[in-house]
């Protein structure tokens, strides 16, 4: 169990209450990713934080079978917060913490997709390495119509647009919302389609980023359905136009030498050895890993080329087709800002999975002394067959089966995930699948009807 709480804790408790809290939400998420939550009286969270709260995991997506049914929440106080729209000065004051999960025996539940990041995380931290992500979160907002969820975006603005977005309001609050969590914001944005938006967040380590990506979901769709809309991370809700993505940034903090790892000023991109072996990792692994970064049959919608979502197996500066871009650091700036931007992931994903997946094939980089091929500067899209081949550049999986298929194939992906979530991820996975081919889609019955 849990041990005493810690002063601190107790002291976080002491002042929600005095603020009006009366309620507290026990946030965790299943292996799909979406939040769950118990939610408790604002007196019974000391007593959670010291012996934790017990739970039936046999009703949650991917966790045990009924028969060993019972686990318990341990609250991470470092995450408590109050949920800015449901103030303690309101009737209902509520505040929300992250969990930990565990199993009767008083061991991490090697099901609990934030153990997963955990384990990989302290795997860095052996190593020498604090691990440090950035997600660049897209999303889309949409009307209701008839009390339905349509894909009618509810402006006509462009990338970096102001006079006809009409989101400017809506993105404030939500930006305040953030901040009111502890997730300091760096810049909210019109992205470049139709009614797609971006808010970024300040880079962090790889498990408070992970806890702030899913906070930062559920409080825009708490927002915008406050205004009436509804937000989703759904990677290409309407063809033809680009898709929302989940560019990753991250990099390597060396604890021994008090810098960034991945910076070297002698290299022409600002890549140290340790970067680029990095790198050669998330390559190697990429086909591996896609069916967790990108695990949805839509996602595979978006991963077309010529909607600037990479396809192609390849890093570079400039070439925003590359799997992996290297952005310039801003000037003035220290090259302790070099990172590297992996731009194949999308926002439907387990961010505590995707962190995981993409940390353990870039140490599997590293432990191997994998070598980084040349960067490829031009568009790869515009590459015939042969050229391709004769640069020896690989694809993408094409489909969530086929990604499926390359997530079975690769040991390390599979070793970072476990067998527990690797088992139900993949059952569930193939499950979508098998349900959406099986589909006649209105694109068949205008397609064939008549013509046959």
Known sequence: MAEAIAPEAREKIERAKANGIRFVQLQFTDILGAVKAVTIPIHQLEGSVAHGTWFDGSSIEGFTRIAESDQYLVPDMSTFAEIPWQPGSGPRGTARVICDVYTPRGEPFVGDPRYVLRRQVERARKLGYIVNMGPELEFFLFRRENGEIKPLPHDEAGYFDFSTDLAQEIRQDMVDALEAFGIRVEAAHHEVAVGQHEIDFEYADALRTADNAITFKFTLKAIANQHGLYATFMPKPIFGINGSGMHTHQSLYSIAEGRNAFADPSNEYGLSDIARKYMAGILAHARGMSAVLAPLVNSYKRLVPGYEAPTYLTWGRTNRSALIRVPKVSPGKSIEGTRIEVR???????????????????????????????????????????????????????????AIDELEKDPVVCEALGDHVLSHFVEAKRAEWDEYRTQVTQWEIDRYLEAY
């Open 344 to 402: 194949c992931p999308d926002p439907s994903s387990n961010t505590y999975l995707a962190f995981a997946v993409m940390i353990a094939a870039g140490l599997d980089g590293i432990e191997r002394g994998l070598e980084l091929g040349e960067p490829v500067e031009e568009s790869v899209f515009e590459m015939d067959e042969a050229r391709l081949k004769e640069k020896g550049i690989r694809e993408l999986p094409g489909t969530l089966a086929e």
